[in-house]
């Protein structure tokens, strides 16, 4: 595998853990369709989240939450209605998150969670 699959791997694997912590429903990881990938589908309420992860081991090539640009997160919106059609689910409000994490030389990873980043 890799070293940046076994990153984003450990990434998603450390932003679920974050988000059922702090009360998220995590429902799905990694679902795929012809359109993309949606890294965590979760739920807060009755709010679907859709999960936007993004690992870095250090800041040479910038913050994390960074390389999420406008058109990214359109890409997310479209995954989700995506996502609710092919498992026939209504959700009454859709929110996209991103986490960012850090992964840190030594100790526990640096997680950063930005809350509807439309």
């Not at 009360?23 to 795929?32: S, T």
């Amino acid at each position: 595998m890799r070293r940046t699959s076994a990153l984003g791997l450990y990434g998603e694997r450390v932003a679920a853990q974050y988000l059922e912590g702090i009360g998220l429903a995590v429902i799905e990881r990694n679902w795929r369709c012809s359109a993309g990938e949606i890294d965590i589908v979760a739920r807060e309420g009755s709010t679907l989240v859709v999960v936007e992860v993004k690992t870095r081991s250090s800041t040479a090539f910038g913050h994390p939450a960074e390389a999420v640009t406008p058109r990214k997160i359109r890409r997310l919106r479209h995954l989700a209605f995506r996502w609710l059609a092919a498992h026939e689910v209504h959700a009454p409000s859709i929110r996209i998150d991103v986490v960012a994490i850090m992964q840190a030389t030594t100790g526990a990873p640096v997680v950063e969670h930005m809350r509807g980043v439309e």
